[in-house]
């Protein structure tokens, strides 16, 4: 499903308050909320109205657990920290116990021993059904999402949770949930503006299925619900 805004703030706006809607079903239910979060630009307008007086307040943030789509293997003070920009917009600013924070990096260990114990994170605090309540996921120009680039061996991935390897196009290392773990979500939410995005978004959507290309392709949930929200740039209403 795709919703079209004409402005930012409109997404912004609209992925707050699913954000809001998806915690307060959760914590009825089952007396917890699961997220995932993203980094990049995209989700920062929505990171920060989520730490907002006027939204912080309808989220009982004692249980709540966060965790990331992906990262790169960077120090967590680093700029480049997809958890840096979380925690500067939104974590630090709303009260959520330290202990609920799952952030994709730790010192002294490697990228790869790492993706084992944060996958085994998920399972503790998860379960054995892996299924989050929430995924916000961004989409980039090639068509990638969290760590899932275009060509690169985690696309293959099929029983691994997360998974770390070296990005060999940007000479670093990386770490990712991967497709089938996603793919088990009660709601996954895309956010994606500006005319850059246009080109993939198409072929995501409409294209045809070649996954190794447009890695957006293999998110599709098993019994959850994808949407995308984009603005009309990107969905090439502005031409």
Not at 1 to 10: D, S
Request: a negative charge.
């Amino acid at each position: 499903m795709i919703q079209v805004y004409n402005t930012i703030a409109g997404i912004n706006s609209k992925a707050a308050d699913l954000f809001v809607a998806a915690a307060k079903k959760a914590i009825l239910e089952k007396g917890s909320f699961t997220a995932v979060l993203t980094g990049g630009s995209s989700p920062a307008g929505m990171y920060k109205l989520l730490a907002s007086p006027e939204y912080k307040t309808k989220i009982d943030w004692n249980k709540v657990y966060i965790f990331w789509g992906d990262e790169r293997w960077v120090p967590l003070e680093n700029d480049l920290s997809n958890a840096k920009m979380s925690f500067d917009t939104l974590l630090s600013h709303v009260p959520i116990p330290e202990n609920n924070v799952f952030p994709m990096y730790k010192d002294g260990v490697s990228p790869e021993d790492y993706a084992v114990e944060y996958e085994q994170s998920i399972r503790t605090v998860l379960g054995a059904d892996g299924k989050f309540d929430l995924i916000l996921l961004g989409l980039g120009d090639d068509g990638h999402t969290a760590s899932l680039f275009p060509g690169e061996a985690v696309l293959q991935e099929q029983t691994k949770w997360v998974a770390a390897y070296r990005l060999e196009s940007q000479n670093m290392h990386r770490i990712t949930l991967t497709a089938p773990l996603i793919n088990k979500a009660e709601k996954i939410i895309v956010v994606a503006f500006g005319q850059k995005k246009t080109h993939a978004l198409k072929e995501v959507l409409y294209g045809d299925y070649n996954p190794n290309t447009y890695p957006m392709q293999l998110i599709k949930p098993v019994s959850g619900e994808l949407l995308f929200l984009v603005d009309n740039s990107a969905a090439g209403l502005n031409a």
